[in-house]
């Protein structure tokens, strides 16, 4: 493979891998997710496979989809959920960006978000071959140099996509929804606390999120109940309570509609694992 020759709008000319991506298809275990790329101040090339969600990073919200790809800078923080369903499947890389040889400071505002890749299937057998490169192990030059060659292509070749950039009323919902849902009393005044009319937030959040924003809201306390179910000893009841159910029986129901067992028989199959 011929080194690509030296491509302005990504500012290094070869990378230096920080650690080896050895899983191909990486799902994160978690219904929602936070990290940030400080540690020693390294970059992070993420690429989605395979599921639906969103991201946030930068007070932005991406609906992430198949094909799309991101390059965090140092010192970003992301937080990201997938939606009911195949979870989010992807392929990280860890770099550092070398120029001449030397590692190099990049200019802070360096790191794409959002962009496309023009073909899902081609991106696929490139990391595909990636991935069988970072399998021997004594192909570390050959391993930076494929990595870099995408970097390029990716970065020059295509642009934000329009449409998975979350409108910032939808996002600010989504937000509520995830990290305080015990606390949307009802969707109108969630709407009006965004400012737009309830018809409107129905039809731009399902439009844009895919669910219908009572089913998102339900999807997220579920997420709750389950991590008060796994990780203390409060009664269904309580939790229940604590979520804003007034009918116990009606909180069960929907927790077994969403998670195919009951509280009591989720919170004994975890303790039995």
Avoid at 145 to 152: A, N, T
Wanted: aromatic share 12%.
């Amino acid at each position: 493979m011929t080194q690509p020759a030296y491509n302005p709008s990504v500012q290094f000319d070869n990378v230096e891998l920080v650690d080896r991506p050895w899983f191909p298809y990486l799902c994160t275990e978690v219904e929602h997710w936070q990290w940030n790329t400080a540690g020693d101040g390294h970059y992070n090339f993420w690429v989605v496979l395979s599921g639906d969600g969103y991201l946030t990073c930068d007070r932005e919200t991406f609906r992430l989809k198949p094909g799309m790809f991101f390059i965090f800078s140092p010192h970003q923080r992301i937080s990201a959920n997938h939606f009911s369903g195949p979870r989010i499947t992807r392929f990280s890389a860890h770099f550092q960006p070398v120029k001449s040889g030397n590692r190099v400071d990049l200019d802070t505002s360096f790191r794409l978000l959002g962009r496309e890749a023009l073909s899902v299937s081609t991106l696929r057998r490139r990391i595909d071959t990636l991935m069988r490169i970072a399998m021997r192990r004594e192909d570390d030059p050959l391993l930076a140099e494929h990595l870099y060659q995408l970097i390029c292509e990716l970065c020059s070749g295509v642009e934000i996509a329009s449409d998975v950039l979350l409108n910032p009323r939808v996002a600010e919902a989504m937000r509520i929804f995830r990290e305080a849902p015990s606390t949307v009393e009802s969707i109108d005044e969630l709407a009006r606390q965004v400012g737009v009319s309830r018809s409107h937030f129905d039809r731009e959040f399902t439009r844009q999120v895919g669910q219908a924003p009572k089913q998102f809201l339900i999807h997220c306390k579920m997420i709750e109940a389950q991590r008060y179910l796994e990780s203390s000893q409060m009664r269904v009841g309580e939790i229940a309570e604590a979520l804003g159910y007034r009918d116990i029986y009606f909180f069960s129901r929907q927790f077994k509609q969403c998670c195919g067992l009951s509280p009591i028989s989720y919170r004994k199959q975890i303790r039995a694992m």
